[in-house]
Protein backbone atom coordinates (compact mmCIF):
# COMPACT_ATOMS: atom_id res chain seq x y z
CA UNK A 1 0.00 0.00 0.00
CA UNK A 2 1.06 3.82 -0.46
CA UNK A 3 0.10 6.36 1.39
CA UNK A 4 0.57 9.98 0.63
CA UNK A 5 -0.60 12.17 2.96
CA UNK A 6 -0.89 15.93 2.03
CA UNK A 7 2.26 16.37 -0.01
CA UNK A 8 3.61 19.68 -1.59
CA UNK A 9 6.75 20.50 -3.67
CA UNK A 10 8.42 23.33 -5.42
CA UNK A 11 11.14 24.28 -7.17
CA UNK A 12 12.15 27.36 -5.91
CA UNK A 13 9.30 29.46 -6.10
CA UNK A 14 7.01 27.64 -8.61
CA UNK A 15 4.86 25.20 -7.35
CA UNK A 16 5.35 21.74 -8.72
CA UNK A 17 2.61 19.76 -6.64
CA UNK A 18 0.14 21.43 -4.56
CA UNK A 19 -1.38 19.22 -1.48
CA UNK A 20 -1.08 15.71 -2.86
CA UNK A 21 -3.13 12.75 -0.63
CA UNK A 22 -4.25 9.60 -1.57
CA UNK A 23 -3.86 5.58 -1.02
CA UNK A 24 -2.81 3.41 -3.89
CA UNK A 25 -4.09 -0.11 -2.50
CA UNK A 26 -1.15 -3.24 -1.87
CA UNK A 27 -1.16 -5.20 -5.34
CA UNK A 28 -2.22 -4.47 -8.77
CA UNK A 29 -1.40 -2.30 -11.94
CA UNK A 30 -1.94 1.60 -11.26
CA UNK A 31 -1.79 3.91 -14.50
CA UNK A 32 -0.58 7.50 -13.37
CA UNK A 33 -1.71 9.71 -16.06
CA UNK A 34 -1.91 13.72 -16.57
CA UNK A 35 -0.72 16.06 -19.43
CA UNK A 36 3.16 17.16 -19.67
CA UNK A 37 4.34 18.74 -16.73
CA UNK A 38 1.34 17.90 -14.66
CA UNK A 39 4.04 16.33 -11.77
CA UNK A 40 3.78 12.66 -12.43
CA UNK A 41 7.40 12.26 -12.64
CA UNK A 42 8.58 14.68 -9.69
CA UNK A 43 5.69 12.90 -7.55
CA UNK A 44 7.17 10.00 -8.62
CA UNK A 45 10.80 10.65 -7.43
CA UNK A 46 9.50 11.94 -4.27
CA UNK A 47 7.75 8.48 -3.84
CA UNK A 48 11.40 7.14 -4.21
CA UNK A 49 13.12 9.33 -1.96
CA UNK A 50 15.13 10.63 -5.33
CA UNK A 51 13.84 14.44 -3.88
CA UNK A 52 13.88 15.15 -0.60
CA UNK A 53 10.21 15.79 1.04
CA UNK A 54 8.92 19.01 1.11
CA UNK A 55 5.85 18.77 3.00
CA UNK A 56 3.42 16.23 3.53
CA UNK A 57 4.43 12.54 4.20
CA UNK A 58 5.00 9.37 2.33
CA UNK A 59 4.78 5.99 3.42
CA UNK A 60 5.05 2.73 1.30
CA UNK A 61 4.32 -0.76 2.83
CA UNK A 62 4.38 1.14 5.99
CA UNK A 63 7.78 2.21 5.70
CA UNK A 64 7.84 5.93 5.49
CA UNK A 65 10.44 7.29 2.76
CA UNK A 66 11.43 10.25 4.54
CA UNK A 67 12.37 8.08 8.05
CA UNK A 68 13.50 4.55 6.17
CA UNK A 69 17.33 3.87 5.98
CA UNK A 70 18.21 3.84 2.67
CA UNK A 71 19.13 0.11 2.10
CA UNK A 72 15.76 -1.24 3.52
CA UNK A 73 13.88 1.65 1.50
CA UNK A 74 15.75 -0.34 -1.44
CA UNK A 75 13.97 -3.69 -0.91
CA UNK A 76 10.95 -1.99 -0.73
CA UNK A 77 10.39 -0.31 -3.75
CA UNK A 78 12.51 -0.21 -7.15
CA UNK A 79 12.08 2.89 -9.75
CA UNK A 80 12.42 3.33 -12.63
CA UNK A 81 13.48 6.75 -14.13
CA UNK A 82 12.19 8.65 -17.31
CA UNK A 83 15.06 8.92 -19.50
CA UNK A 84 17.65 7.05 -17.69
CA UNK A 85 20.88 7.10 -19.41
CA UNK A 86 23.49 4.51 -18.73
CA UNK A 87 26.36 6.71 -17.45
CA UNK A 88 29.26 3.78 -17.42
CA UNK A 89 29.95 1.02 -19.91
CA UNK A 90 28.95 -1.86 -18.90
CA UNK A 91 27.02 -5.40 -20.18
CA UNK A 92 23.02 -5.64 -19.90
CA UNK A 93 24.00 -8.66 -17.64
CA UNK A 94 26.03 -6.59 -15.04
CA UNK A 95 23.45 -3.66 -15.35
CA UNK A 96 20.21 -5.92 -14.74
CA UNK A 97 22.55 -7.65 -11.62
CA UNK A 98 23.08 -3.96 -9.98
CA UNK A 99 19.03 -4.66 -9.21
CA UNK A 100 20.61 -7.06 -6.54
CA UNK A 101 22.93 -4.67 -5.05
CA UNK A 102 20.44 -3.91 -2.10
CA UNK A 103 20.39 -7.69 -1.18
CA UNK A 104 24.64 -8.39 -2.00
CA UNK A 105 26.13 -5.36 -1.51
CA UNK A 106 27.89 -6.18 -5.01
CA UNK A 107 28.54 -9.80 -4.67
CA UNK A 108 26.00 -12.08 -6.35
CA UNK A 109 25.38 -14.87 -4.97
CA UNK A 110 24.28 -18.07 -6.67
CA UNK A 111 20.14 -17.11 -5.68
CA UNK A 112 21.10 -13.51 -7.34
CA UNK A 113 22.91 -14.78 -10.55
CA UNK A 114 19.59 -16.90 -11.12
CA UNK A 115 17.25 -14.32 -10.47
CA UNK A 116 19.26 -12.00 -12.74
CA UNK A 117 18.48 -15.00 -15.55
CA UNK A 118 14.99 -14.62 -14.57
CA UNK A 119 14.76 -11.50 -15.08
CA UNK A 120 16.69 -11.27 -18.18
CA UNK A 121 14.28 -14.30 -19.99
CA UNK A 122 11.19 -12.43 -18.43
CA UNK A 123 11.99 -9.29 -20.87
CA UNK A 124 13.42 -11.19 -23.69
CA UNK A 125 16.89 -10.34 -22.66
CA UNK A 126 18.96 -13.14 -22.83
CA UNK A 127 20.03 -12.99 -26.27
CA UNK A 128 21.28 -9.32 -25.72
CA UNK A 129 22.89 -10.47 -22.03
CA UNK A 130 26.69 -10.14 -23.01
CA UNK A 131 26.02 -6.78 -25.30
CA UNK A 132 27.04 -3.31 -23.98
CA UNK A 133 24.25 -1.40 -23.04
CA UNK A 134 25.32 1.84 -24.80
CA UNK A 135 25.31 0.07 -28.31
CA UNK A 136 21.67 -1.29 -27.44
CA UNK A 137 18.09 0.76 -29.91
CA UNK A 138 16.24 2.75 -27.20
CA UNK A 139 13.77 -0.05 -26.83
CA UNK A 140 16.16 -2.40 -25.74
CA UNK A 141 17.82 -0.52 -23.50
CA UNK A 142 14.56 0.78 -22.02
CA UNK A 143 14.03 -3.14 -21.28
CA UNK A 144 17.51 -3.53 -19.90
CA UNK A 145 16.15 -0.70 -17.28
CA UNK A 146 13.08 -2.16 -16.23
CA UNK A 147 14.70 -5.89 -15.93
CA UNK A 148 17.11 -4.11 -13.31
CA UNK A 149 14.19 -2.47 -11.79
CA UNK A 150 12.29 -6.14 -11.19
CA UNK A 151 15.61 -7.62 -10.34
CA UNK A 152 15.61 -5.65 -6.96
CA UNK A 153 12.47 -7.82 -6.04
CA UNK A 154 10.65 -4.94 -4.58
CA UNK A 155 6.93 -5.59 -3.48
CA UNK A 156 6.36 -1.85 -5.20
CA UNK A 157 7.92 -0.78 -8.39
CA UNK A 158 7.70 2.55 -9.65
CA UNK A 159 7.97 3.02 -13.79
CA UNK A 160 7.93 6.34 -15.33
CA UNK A 161 7.01 6.25 -18.51
CA UNK A 162 7.90 2.87 -19.16
CA UNK A 163 7.06 2.26 -22.62
CA UNK A 164 8.70 4.82 -24.45
CA UNK A 165 10.56 4.14 -27.33
CA UNK A 166 9.16 0.69 -26.97
CA UNK A 167 7.24 -0.79 -30.28
CA UNK A 168 3.95 -1.67 -30.09
CA UNK A 169 5.12 -5.92 -29.93
CA UNK A 170 7.12 -4.88 -26.54
CA UNK A 171 4.99 -2.06 -25.14
CA UNK A 172 2.01 -4.79 -25.09
CA UNK A 173 4.61 -7.40 -23.98
CA UNK A 174 5.74 -5.07 -21.20
CA UNK A 175 1.83 -4.40 -19.91
CA UNK A 176 1.10 -7.82 -20.09
CA UNK A 177 4.01 -8.72 -18.32
CA UNK A 178 3.70 -6.29 -15.45
CA UNK A 179 0.08 -7.13 -15.28
CA UNK A 180 0.85 -10.61 -14.56
CA UNK A 181 4.08 -10.10 -12.09
CA UNK A 182 1.18 -7.84 -10.13
CA UNK A 183 -1.39 -10.96 -10.21
CA UNK A 184 0.72 -14.19 -9.73
CA UNK A 185 3.58 -12.18 -7.18
CA UNK A 186 0.84 -9.66 -5.85
CA UNK A 187 3.74 -6.38 -6.59
CA UNK A 188 1.91 -3.05 -6.35
CA UNK A 189 2.94 -1.62 -9.63
CA UNK A 190 2.41 2.14 -10.46
CA UNK A 191 3.05 2.94 -13.92
CA UNK A 192 3.07 6.81 -15.64
CA UNK A 193 1.39 5.99 -18.92
CA UNK A 194 0.38 8.48 -22.27
CA UNK A 195 -1.43 6.24 -23.75
CA UNK A 196 -4.49 6.11 -21.83
CA UNK A 197 -5.56 2.85 -23.85
CA UNK A 198 -2.93 1.01 -22.25
CA UNK A 199 -4.32 1.87 -19.27
CA UNK A 200 -7.73 0.85 -19.92
CA UNK A 201 -6.46 -2.75 -20.96
CA UNK A 202 -4.19 -3.71 -18.46
CA UNK A 203 -4.79 -1.13 -15.23
CA UNK A 204 -6.67 -1.52 -12.31
CA UNK A 205 -6.59 1.76 -10.93
CA UNK A 206 -6.33 5.12 -12.57
CA UNK A 207 -4.82 7.94 -10.81
CA UNK A 208 -4.90 11.50 -12.60
CA UNK A 209 -2.98 14.61 -11.74
CA UNK A 210 -3.25 18.34 -13.68
CA UNK A 211 -1.00 21.06 -12.94
CA UNK A 212 0.20 19.59 -10.00
CA UNK A 213 -3.55 19.02 -8.51
CA UNK A 214 -4.98 15.41 -8.25
CA UNK A 215 -8.01 14.87 -10.20
CA UNK A 216 -8.64 11.90 -9.72
CA UNK A 217 -8.07 8.27 -8.05
CA UNK A 218 -10.32 5.62 -9.03
CA UNK A 219 -11.26 2.31 -11.04
CA UNK A 220 -10.25 2.19 -14.39
CA UNK A 221 -13.90 2.04 -15.60
CA UNK A 222 -15.06 4.58 -13.76
CA UNK A 223 -12.57 7.33 -15.35
CA UNK A 224 -12.76 6.87 -18.76
CA UNK A 225 -15.37 8.71 -19.19
CA UNK A 226 -15.40 11.67 -21.64
CA UNK A 227 -16.29 14.33 -18.45
CA UNK A 228 -13.66 13.03 -16.84
CA UNK A 229 -11.13 12.84 -19.24
CA UNK A 230 -11.37 16.36 -20.37
CA UNK A 231 -11.51 17.43 -16.94
CA UNK A 232 -7.37 15.65 -17.11
CA UNK A 233 -6.44 16.11 -20.29
CA UNK A 234 -8.39 19.57 -21.45
CA UNK A 235 -10.63 18.31 -24.45
CA UNK A 236 -13.34 16.60 -25.01
CA UNK A 237 -12.88 12.67 -26.44
CA UNK A 238 -15.45 9.48 -27.46
CA UNK A 239 -15.09 6.79 -25.56
CA UNK A 240 -16.18 3.34 -27.52
CA UNK A 241 -16.15 -0.47 -26.57
CA UNK A 242 -14.78 -2.64 -28.43
CA UNK A 243 -14.71 -6.63 -27.72
CA UNK A 244 -15.93 -5.56 -24.00
CA UNK A 245 -13.11 -3.28 -23.55
CA UNK A 246 -13.05 0.56 -23.48
CA UNK A 247 -11.09 2.52 -26.09
CA UNK A 248 -10.40 6.18 -25.84
CA UNK A 249 -10.47 8.02 -29.39
CA UNK A 250 -8.13 10.46 -27.92
CA UNK A 251 -6.28 10.94 -31.21
CA UNK A 252 -9.16 12.09 -33.23
CA UNK B 1 28.72 -15.34 6.11
CA UNK B 2 28.07 -19.50 6.67
CA UNK B 3 25.73 -20.79 3.53
CA UNK B 4 26.15 -17.75 0.92
CA UNK B 5 27.73 -19.12 -1.77
CA UNK B 6 29.88 -17.20 -4.11
CA UNK B 7 28.61 -17.67 -7.50
CA UNK B 8 31.26 -16.03 -9.32
CA UNK B 9 33.34 -18.91 -10.58
CA UNK B 10 30.23 -21.04 -11.39
CA UNK B 11 28.76 -18.03 -13.60
CA UNK B 12 31.85 -15.74 -14.41
CA UNK B 13 31.20 -15.00 -18.18
CA UNK B 14 34.04 -15.26 -20.64
CA UNK B 15 34.99 -11.57 -20.28
CA UNK B 16 35.38 -11.79 -16.60
CA UNK B 17 37.90 -14.62 -17.03
CA UNK B 18 39.23 -12.26 -19.41
CA UNK B 19 39.02 -9.00 -18.20
CA UNK B 20 40.94 -11.21 -14.74
CA UNK B 21 43.73 -11.77 -16.84
CA UNK B 22 44.40 -8.61 -18.38
CA UNK B 23 44.56 -7.51 -14.78
CA UNK B 24 47.20 -10.03 -13.85
CA UNK B 25 49.31 -9.14 -16.65
CA UNK B 26 49.54 -5.68 -15.75
CA UNK B 27 50.41 -6.52 -12.61
CA UNK B 28 52.86 -8.90 -13.80
CA UNK B 29 54.86 -6.56 -15.86
CA UNK B 30 54.77 -3.98 -12.90
CA UNK B 31 56.48 -6.57 -10.51
CA UNK B 32 58.78 -6.95 -13.23
CA UNK B 33 59.37 -3.27 -13.68
CA UNK B 34 60.10 -3.51 -10.42
CA UNK B 35 62.92 -5.50 -10.42
CA UNK B 36 64.22 -4.13 -13.42
CA UNK B 37 64.58 -0.91 -11.30
CA UNK B 38 65.80 -2.42 -7.99
CA UNK B 39 68.49 -4.62 -9.64
CA UNK B 40 69.59 -3.31 -12.88
CA UNK B 41 72.86 -2.17 -12.97
CA UNK B 42 74.01 -2.04 -9.52
CA UNK B 43 77.51 -1.07 -8.69
CA UNK B 44 80.18 -0.07 -5.77
CA UNK B 45 78.65 -0.56 -2.51
CA UNK B 46 75.08 -3.01 -3.11
CA UNK B 47 73.71 -2.69 0.02
CA UNK B 48 73.82 0.96 -0.17
CA UNK B 49 72.51 1.55 -3.38
CA UNK B 50 69.76 -0.95 -2.75
CA UNK B 51 68.22 0.74 0.25
CA UNK B 52 68.57 3.78 -1.40
CA UNK B 53 66.34 2.46 -4.58
CA UNK B 54 64.38 1.00 -2.25
CA UNK B 55 63.85 3.94 -0.91
CA UNK B 56 63.08 5.43 -4.33
CA UNK B 57 60.95 2.88 -5.35
CA UNK B 58 58.84 3.10 -2.16
CA UNK B 59 58.27 6.77 -3.14
CA UNK B 60 57.51 6.38 -6.71
CA UNK B 61 54.90 3.20 -6.25
CA UNK B 62 52.95 5.17 -3.63
CA UNK B 63 52.96 8.48 -6.18
CA UNK B 64 51.65 5.72 -8.94
CA UNK B 65 48.91 4.21 -6.66
CA UNK B 66 47.54 7.73 -5.36
CA UNK B 67 47.48 9.18 -8.62
CA UNK B 68 45.71 5.92 -10.35
CA UNK B 69 43.69 5.53 -7.40
CA UNK B 70 42.41 8.87 -6.60
CA UNK B 71 41.83 9.67 -10.42
CA UNK B 72 39.14 6.64 -10.79
CA UNK B 73 37.44 7.82 -7.51
CA UNK B 74 37.34 11.44 -8.82
CA UNK B 75 35.95 10.36 -12.50
CA UNK B 76 33.11 8.02 -10.87
CA UNK B 77 31.74 10.65 -8.61
CA UNK B 78 31.83 13.16 -10.67
CA UNK B 79 30.93 11.09 -13.81
CA UNK B 80 33.22 12.10 -16.06
CA UNK B 81 36.08 10.46 -17.55
CA UNK B 82 38.18 13.44 -18.36
CA UNK B 83 38.98 14.74 -15.18
CA UNK B 84 41.53 14.28 -12.36
CA UNK B 85 42.31 15.74 -9.16
CA UNK B 86 45.24 17.70 -10.21
CA UNK B 87 42.61 19.06 -13.71
CA UNK B 88 40.00 20.41 -10.83
CA UNK B 89 42.59 22.14 -9.34
CA UNK B 90 43.19 20.02 -6.05
CA UNK B 91 47.22 20.11 -6.07
CA UNK B 92 47.74 23.65 -6.24
CA UNK B 93 44.93 23.76 -3.30
CA UNK B 94 47.65 21.44 -1.54
CA UNK B 95 50.08 24.20 -2.37
CA UNK B 96 48.38 26.36 -1.00
CA UNK B 97 47.35 25.30 1.51
CA UNK B 98 51.19 24.93 2.68
CA UNK B 99 51.87 28.15 1.67
CA UNK B 100 49.31 29.38 4.38
CA UNK B 101 50.91 27.27 7.06
CA UNK B 102 54.64 28.72 6.20
CA UNK B 103 52.87 31.74 6.24
CA UNK B 104 50.67 31.01 9.64
CA UNK B 105 53.65 29.68 11.55
CA UNK B 106 56.39 31.41 10.15
CA UNK B 107 59.64 29.85 8.53
CA UNK B 108 61.13 28.57 11.31
CA UNK B 109 58.22 27.94 13.36
CA UNK B 110 57.39 25.23 9.80
CA UNK B 111 60.71 24.45 9.38
CA UNK B 112 60.94 22.84 13.09
CA UNK B 113 57.59 21.10 13.01
CA UNK B 114 57.78 17.47 13.06
CA UNK B 115 56.83 16.47 9.21
CA UNK B 116 54.17 14.02 10.43
CA UNK B 117 52.50 17.34 12.45
CA UNK B 118 53.10 19.28 9.45
CA UNK B 119 51.83 17.00 6.78
CA UNK B 120 48.02 16.30 8.82
CA UNK B 121 47.82 20.31 9.07
CA UNK B 122 47.79 20.61 5.61
CA UNK B 123 45.81 17.41 4.93
CA UNK B 124 43.14 18.75 7.28
CA UNK B 125 43.22 22.29 5.58
CA UNK B 126 43.12 20.28 1.99
CA UNK B 127 40.07 17.99 3.19
CA UNK B 128 38.06 20.94 4.55
CA UNK B 129 38.41 23.47 1.19
CA UNK B 130 37.53 20.65 -1.89
CA UNK B 131 34.69 19.67 0.47
CA UNK B 132 33.34 23.33 0.75
CA UNK B 133 34.63 23.65 -2.74
CA UNK B 134 33.19 20.19 -4.48
CA UNK B 135 30.35 18.95 -2.18
CA UNK B 136 27.74 21.68 -3.76
CA UNK B 137 29.20 20.58 -7.31
CA UNK B 138 28.95 16.66 -6.41
CA UNK B 139 25.25 16.91 -4.76
CA UNK B 140 23.80 17.32 -8.04
CA UNK B 141 26.30 16.01 -10.47
CA UNK B 142 27.13 19.21 -13.09
CA UNK B 143 27.53 19.52 -16.49
CA UNK B 144 31.09 18.47 -17.70
CA UNK B 145 32.70 21.87 -19.27
CA UNK B 146 31.46 23.76 -16.21
CA UNK B 147 33.58 21.40 -13.88
CA UNK B 148 36.46 21.81 -16.23
CA UNK B 149 36.24 25.51 -16.76
CA UNK B 150 35.71 25.42 -12.65
CA UNK B 151 38.64 22.87 -12.51
CA UNK B 152 41.19 25.20 -14.49
CA UNK B 153 39.81 28.86 -12.76
CA UNK B 154 40.50 26.96 -9.70
CA UNK B 155 43.89 26.05 -10.17
CA UNK B 156 44.92 29.48 -11.83
CA UNK B 157 43.14 31.12 -8.32
CA UNK B 158 45.02 28.88 -6.07
CA UNK B 159 48.33 29.28 -7.56
CA UNK B 160 48.13 32.95 -7.70
CA UNK B 161 46.83 32.52 -4.24
CA UNK B 162 49.91 30.93 -3.66
CA UNK B 163 51.71 33.63 -5.16
CA UNK B 164 50.47 36.14 -3.19
CA UNK B 165 50.72 34.95 0.30
CA UNK B 166 54.05 34.18 -1.39
CA UNK B 167 55.55 37.56 -1.50
CA UNK B 168 53.93 38.14 2.12
CA UNK B 169 56.43 36.19 3.52
CA UNK B 170 59.92 36.92 4.46
CA UNK B 171 62.74 35.87 1.54
CA UNK B 172 64.21 33.38 4.33
CA UNK B 173 60.68 31.48 4.53
CA UNK B 174 60.34 31.83 1.66
CA UNK B 175 63.13 29.40 0.30
CA UNK B 176 61.83 27.23 3.11
CA UNK B 177 58.32 27.16 0.81
CA UNK B 178 60.14 27.04 -2.51
CA UNK B 179 62.16 23.50 -1.07
CA UNK B 180 58.47 22.25 0.39
CA UNK B 181 56.63 22.84 -2.61
CA UNK B 182 58.99 21.82 -5.66
CA UNK B 183 59.62 18.60 -4.68
CA UNK B 184 61.00 15.73 -7.38
CA UNK B 185 61.37 12.33 -7.83
CA UNK B 186 65.28 12.90 -7.34
CA UNK B 187 64.92 14.47 -3.74
CA UNK B 188 62.21 12.47 -2.22
CA UNK B 189 61.24 14.06 1.51
CA UNK B 190 61.79 11.10 3.73
CA UNK B 191 60.24 12.06 6.36
CA UNK B 192 57.16 11.57 4.39
CA UNK B 193 58.00 8.46 2.74
CA UNK B 194 56.24 6.42 5.93
CA UNK B 195 53.57 8.58 6.40
CA UNK B 196 52.96 8.75 2.82
CA UNK B 197 53.14 4.70 2.59
CA UNK B 198 50.48 4.40 5.52
CA UNK B 199 48.54 6.75 4.18
CA UNK B 200 48.41 5.56 0.52
CA UNK B 201 48.01 1.58 2.03
CA UNK B 202 44.81 2.16 3.82
CA UNK B 203 43.40 5.16 1.33
CA UNK B 204 43.94 1.63 -1.55
CA UNK B 205 42.52 -0.86 0.60
CA UNK B 206 39.63 1.42 1.32
CA UNK B 207 39.08 2.35 -2.24
CA UNK B 208 39.20 -1.49 -3.23
CA UNK B 209 36.68 -2.38 -0.31
CA UNK B 210 34.09 0.31 -1.90
CA UNK B 211 35.00 -1.12 -5.27
CA UNK B 212 31.01 -2.41 -5.61
CA UNK B 213 29.87 0.97 -4.37
CA UNK B 214 31.70 2.33 -6.88
CA UNK B 215 30.54 0.60 -9.42
CA UNK B 216 26.63 1.96 -8.15
CA UNK B 217 27.50 5.33 -7.98
CA UNK B 218 29.24 5.37 -11.48
CA UNK B 219 25.66 4.60 -12.71
CA UNK B 220 24.81 8.43 -11.37
CA UNK B 221 22.61 9.86 -8.30
CA UNK B 222 19.51 8.80 -8.89
CA UNK B 223 20.01 5.11 -10.11
CA UNK B 224 22.44 4.85 -6.87
CA UNK B 225 19.74 6.45 -4.21
CA UNK B 226 17.49 4.32 -6.30
CA UNK B 227 19.52 1.29 -5.35
CA UNK B 228 19.77 2.14 -1.43
CA UNK B 229 23.26 3.92 -1.31
CA UNK B 230 23.55 7.22 0.96
CA UNK B 231 24.50 9.55 -1.94
CA UNK B 232 25.40 12.48 -0.02
CA UNK B 233 27.57 10.44 2.70
CA UNK B 234 29.60 8.54 0.21
CA UNK B 235 30.27 10.99 -2.15
CA UNK B 236 31.67 13.28 1.07
CA UNK B 237 33.71 10.19 2.23
CA UNK B 238 35.34 9.12 -1.04
CA UNK B 239 36.07 13.11 -1.86
CA UNK B 240 37.95 13.32 1.59
CA UNK B 241 39.47 10.22 0.45
CA UNK B 242 40.84 11.29 -2.90
CA UNK B 243 41.71 14.85 -1.29
CA UNK B 244 43.84 12.75 0.92
CA UNK B 245 45.57 10.71 -1.61
CA UNK B 246 46.39 13.63 -3.84
CA UNK B 247 47.61 15.82 -0.39
CA UNK B 248 50.26 12.91 0.29
CA UNK B 249 51.23 12.34 -3.37
CA UNK B 250 51.75 16.28 -4.11
CA UNK B 251 53.41 16.68 -0.52
CA UNK B 252 55.88 13.84 -1.90
CA UNK B 253 56.81 14.63 -5.31
CA UNK B 254 54.79 17.77 -5.94
CA UNK B 255 52.70 18.06 -8.73
CA UNK B 256 51.70 16.09 -11.22
CA UNK B 257 48.83 17.17 -13.60
CA UNK B 258 48.45 14.42 -16.20
CA UNK B 259 49.76 11.02 -14.74
CA UNK B 260 46.91 9.35 -13.31
CA UNK B 261 44.69 10.81 -16.17
CA UNK B 262 46.77 9.03 -18.64
CA UNK B 263 47.41 6.19 -16.39
CA UNK B 264 43.35 5.35 -15.84
CA UNK B 265 42.71 6.10 -19.86
CA UNK B 266 45.19 3.63 -20.79
CA UNK B 267 44.31 0.97 -18.16
CA UNK B 268 40.47 1.78 -19.44
CA UNK B 269 41.72 1.04 -22.96
CA UNK B 270 43.40 -2.11 -21.91
CA UNK B 271 41.04 -3.48 -19.59
CA UNK B 272 37.86 -2.73 -21.84
CA UNK B 273 35.77 -2.28 -18.69
CA UNK B 274 34.78 0.12 -16.22
CA UNK B 275 34.17 -2.49 -13.61
CA UNK B 276 36.17 -1.19 -10.49
CA UNK B 277 37.26 -4.53 -9.55
CA UNK B 278 39.17 -4.35 -12.48
CA UNK B 279 39.75 -1.13 -13.55
CA UNK B 280 41.63 0.01 -9.55
CA UNK B 281 44.31 -2.60 -9.80
CA UNK B 282 44.60 -2.31 -13.36
CA UNK B 283 45.38 1.60 -12.92
CA UNK B 284 47.36 1.33 -10.17
CA UNK B 285 49.42 -1.13 -11.92
CA UNK B 286 49.32 0.90 -15.11
CA UNK B 287 50.52 3.46 -13.14
CA UNK B 288 53.95 1.87 -11.43
CA UNK B 289 54.57 0.78 -14.68
CA UNK B 290 54.94 4.15 -16.16
CA UNK B 291 56.10 5.80 -13.65
CA UNK B 292 58.89 3.19 -12.68
CA UNK B 293 59.83 2.49 -15.99
CA UNK B 294 60.33 5.94 -17.12
CA UNK B 295 62.42 6.39 -14.20
CA UNK B 296 64.31 3.49 -14.68
CA UNK B 297 64.92 4.23 -18.33
CA UNK B 298 66.22 7.82 -17.51
CA UNK B 299 68.62 5.97 -15.02
CA UNK B 300 69.87 3.89 -17.79
CA UNK B 301 70.80 6.95 -19.66
CA UNK B 302 67.56 7.60 -21.62
CA UNK B 303 67.34 11.08 -20.84
CA UNK B 304 68.21 12.87 -18.05
CA UNK B 305 66.46 12.89 -14.71
CA UNK B 306 64.37 16.20 -15.79
CA UNK B 307 63.07 13.96 -18.43
CA UNK B 308 60.44 11.58 -16.30
CA UNK B 309 57.98 14.20 -15.29
CA UNK B 310 58.03 15.74 -18.75
CA UNK B 311 57.29 13.06 -21.12
CA UNK B 312 54.94 11.82 -19.01
CA UNK B 313 53.15 14.88 -18.58
CA UNK B 314 53.30 15.80 -21.86
CA UNK B 315 51.96 12.44 -22.68
CA UNK B 316 49.34 12.60 -20.69
CA UNK B 317 48.59 16.11 -21.69
CA UNK B 318 48.01 14.73 -25.00
CA UNK B 319 45.82 12.10 -24.06
CA UNK B 320 43.59 14.47 -22.16
CA UNK B 321 43.23 16.71 -25.50
CA UNK B 322 42.51 13.53 -27.39
CA UNK B 323 39.96 12.75 -24.75
CA UNK B 324 38.25 16.15 -24.48
CA UNK B 325 38.31 16.22 -28.75
CA UNK B 326 36.66 12.51 -28.72
CA UNK B 327 33.13 11.78 -28.73
CA UNK B 328 33.05 9.28 -26.35
CA UNK B 329 33.91 10.95 -23.51
CA UNK B 330 31.40 11.64 -20.10
N1 LIG C 1 14.59 20.84 -11.75
C1 LIG C 1 13.48 21.55 -12.01
N2 LIG C 1 13.47 22.90 -11.83
C2 LIG C 1 12.37 23.63 -12.07
N3 LIG C 1 11.21 23.12 -12.51
C3 LIG C 1 11.14 21.79 -12.72
C4 LIG C 1 12.26 20.94 -12.48
N4 LIG C 1 11.90 19.67 -12.76
C5 LIG C 1 10.62 19.74 -13.18
N5 LIG C 1 10.16 20.99 -13.15
C6 LIG C 1 8.80 21.43 -13.51
O1 LIG C 1 7.90 20.70 -12.72
C7 LIG C 1 6.73 20.45 -13.45
C8 LIG C 1 6.39 18.99 -13.34
O2 LIG C 1 7.39 18.24 -13.95
P1 LIG C 1 7.28 16.66 -14.08
O3 LIG C 1 7.00 16.11 -12.73
O4 LIG C 1 8.49 16.18 -14.78
O5 LIG C 1 6.01 16.49 -15.01
P2 LIG C 1 5.47 15.22 -15.81
O6 LIG C 1 6.34 14.06 -15.48
O7 LIG C 1 4.07 15.06 -15.33
O8 LIG C 1 5.50 15.56 -17.25
C9 LIG C 1 6.98 20.92 -14.87
O9 LIG C 1 6.31 22.14 -15.06
C10 LIG C 1 8.46 21.11 -14.94
O10 LIG C 1 8.76 22.19 -15.80
MG1 LIG D 1 7.59 12.88 -16.56
Known sequence: MIEIEGVSFSHGRAPILSDISLTIPAGGVTALVGPNGAGKSTLLALMARLLPLQAGSIAIAGRSVAATPGREMARTVAILRQDPGVSSRLRVRELVGFGRFPHSRGRLTAEDERLVDEALERFDLTGLAHRFADTLSGGQRQRAMIAMAYCQGCQTMLLDEPLNNLDMFYARDLMRTLRMVADSQNKTIVVVLHDINHAAAHADRIVALRDGRLVVNDVTARVLTPETLQAIFGYRMEVATVGGLPVVLHHR | ?330
Open chain 2, 1 to 330: MPGRVMAEAATASPHRAAERRTVLAICAIATAVCAVFLFVGLRGNVAFVLGLRLSQLLGLVQVAVSAAVSTVIFQTITGNRILSPSIMGLDALYLFCQTVLVFALGGFGYAALPPAWKFSGEVALMMAISLALFLPMLRRRSDMMLMILTGFVLGLMFRSLSALVARLIDPNEFAVLQGASFATFQSLDEGLLAIGAVVTALGTAAAWRARHVLDVIALGRDAAVGLGLDWNRWVTALLSLVACLVATSTALVGPLAFLGLLVVALAERVCGTRGHGFLLPAAAGVAVIVLVGAQALARLGFGGAVVVSVVVEFVGGLVFLALLFSRRHG
